[in-house]
């Protein structure tokens, strides 16, 4: 009878155990981003202030119960001698993404669906949005930990894990300076008017580790500071969570680009590109600049 009872206690018990262990909370944290943004337009005179915009280029960040989501676009600036604001077409496509990452529709494996339904919805206004925009989007999957990437032009990213760049997106350009771009070109401009499809994008998907250090940037950024330069600034807050310090990194890569772009005694990537297609070039190159910066918490 005892033997009985002590058995009948031993089983409760577990029993409770088991239970316990179903319906306590999971409270640690799903893989995410902690993300920081900072920019400049090239001619503050002529820009006005937008959440999402730094003169022609456009980001965003976004987040749903699936997946943690960054983009940056540039608009094609040679549109304002045809009267268009570059910024739209770049504004619009941004701003499209980030509303469909909350839809049912979205896939957090595939970063260039998201790109073309955002481009769809752009041709289907009934007023156009003309002009043309290079397009990085960067999706981190909670549930496998990886991070799907498209790119259309010479926006970019680049991952840093213990000291060293592991991972980075590859420029796409048609010849020297000019980028894959998506398009809308006025009626009757169509054939004189590069246009890529969204399938275009140049895709990767890799793991992501605790800590790592993900830099996404418009060319502002790419074609003034030196790689070196950008990793010896992004090492320095792999596994930060602290949003303020990494608010103070990216204001620091966004000031650093500011000020290369308009140092005309730099040796600047973009003239260093340039001189390997016999341009003879020196100095930065003046752009709108957008960082978005982020850290991978798992």
Not at 71 to 99: H, N, Q
Not at 112 to 121: D, F, I
Request: glycine share 8%.
């Amino acid at each position: 009878m005892q033997s009985l009872c002590w058995t009948t206690r031993f089983v409760t018990r577990a029993l409770r155990s088991g239970f316990s262990t179903l319906i306590e909370p999971n409270n640690k944290p799903k893989p995410h981003f902690v993300s920081v943004v900072c920019g400049f337009p090239k001619d503050f005179h002529r820009s006005k202030y937008k959440l999402g915009k730094y003169g022609e280029d456009a980001w965003f960040t976004a987040r749903s119960s699936v997946a943690d989501v960054i983009g940056v676009a540039d608009g094609v600036g040679g549109w304002r001698s045809y009267g268009i604001d570059p910024g739209e077409f770049s504004s619009f496509l941004m701003k499209t993404c980030e509303r469909l990452v909350n839809c049912a529709s979205f896939n957090p494996q595939k970063p260039v669906s998201l790109l073309a339904y955002s481009y769809c919805e752009l041709l289907e206004q009934k007023k156009p949005i003309l002009g043309s925009s290079t397009a990085c989007v960067l999706i981190l999957n909670r549930e496998n930990s990886t991070v799907y990437t498209a790119n259309i032009g010479d926006s970019g990213f680049i991952v840093v894990r213990k000291g060293e760049i592991v991972h980075r997106s590859e420029e796409q350009q048609h010849y020297f300076n000019t980028p894959f771009q998506l398009s809308l070109p006025p009626p009757g401009h169509g054939d004189n008017v590069l246009s890529d499809s969204p399938e275009s994008a140049d895709t990767l998907s890799f793991n992501v580790k605790d800590g790592d250090v993900i830099l996404v940037a418009t060319d502002g950024v790419f074609d003034n500071v030196p790689t070196k330069l950008l990793l010896d600034t992004l090492k320095e807050v792999e596994g930060e969570q602290d949003a303020v310090k990494l608010q103070m990194t990216a204001n620091t890569i966004a000031l650093m680009a500011r000020s290369l772009a308009f140092d005309s005694e730099f040796m600047s990537p973009f003239a260093i590109n340039a001189r390997k297609n016999n341009i003879n070039a020196i100095g930065g190159k003046p752009d709108d600049i957008t960082v978005v910066l982020a850290t991978v918490v798992l």
